[in-house]
């Protein structure tokens, strides 16, 4: 990979407000691979105040307790499953063990689902999945077909959808003879999972997150995920006027840019703020933005000592819509914190800094699953 690391030594006292809270701790469910394998950009997230497809608010609330407006294609409300980017032909692989109930091959001459192709499986920890929009499905698969975790059972595509991707959905039960939809990123929010209320108040569930999150995973519920907006993500613009400017684009919802300068004032700060010591792979998701640098310089700073790492990336093409790894490093779980400059040192001073969702990937052995 094109990133070089110096050791450089910055007095960032005056960077961050720190705040210090309790973690609660829920017992840990996970089973779950992701089902496929690489690292992909998650296009649109569960929503979990009417995962029905029909929420009127034209609002979305997210695992992480963040309700946004409807960003359609992004986020879009009433949402019920996760949907990963994947390219027409990715191999699509069974995310636990399981029978396979039902399969739908026909899409091409009677497109009858909104799920396009699709293959369903029981687990047997009474968890069903389903994988819709498929190219394909397997020779193999069909409905009684017992199936390992990572099996392959089709390829991705675009049936019964407008733009290439891989529906996911996880549903629970049965509750009353019904199975439920569930987030299998959990719930993660200050205030009581809205799911509990859906769709009969009082009845539903609290969504748990349901990531096996072994270290080569490459989702995991030892994931502690700061997006470009909201909690633990701030802008600075020191002597420079302009702001850091926003709008809808890349993982998620929203992208954060900012023209290059020659200034070391200039940052924007992500600091997870419920986080216990211990050593992180930290993760920075890379659109794809037209003009942009050659020379995004990264701060990691995972202690008081202030002696932060600096890993310079190429954000122009090199890791287009991918999570880049920025190393594993010791995190002191008071202080630690990611800054991106928007000094590049890279003339001329038009090209653009993007900063998007930041991923600490824990390698503790911190089972049961922390909830943040
Ligand atoms: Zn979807």
Redesign the pocket.
Known sequence: MNIKRTSIVLLFSILLPFFFQPQSVSAFNGFLRQPFSGLERI??IFDHQYPNYNDYAHEITIFNGETTADLSPYYYAG?????FNLNTGTEVLAAYEGNVTEIYTDWAQNPVSGCGNFVRIQHPNGYKTQY?HLRDVDGSIGAGVSVSAGRLIGHSGISG?TGP?L???VFLGPLFNVYYSTDPFGWTGSYPDPLINWPTTGQGHQAQCLWRSLPQDTLSCNDTWLQDAGAGFTTNHGTYSAEWGGYVYGNGSHVTTHINIDDYLTYITWNPQYFRTGAYEIFVFQPVVSDATASAHYLVCPDYNVSCTEVVLDQRVAYPEKWVSLGTYHFSGQWGFITLLAGTHESPYTKVVVADDIKFRSYGTFLPCVTK
């Open positions: 296009n649109a949402h019920s499953g996760t949907d819709c959808t991707h529906h996911f959905e």
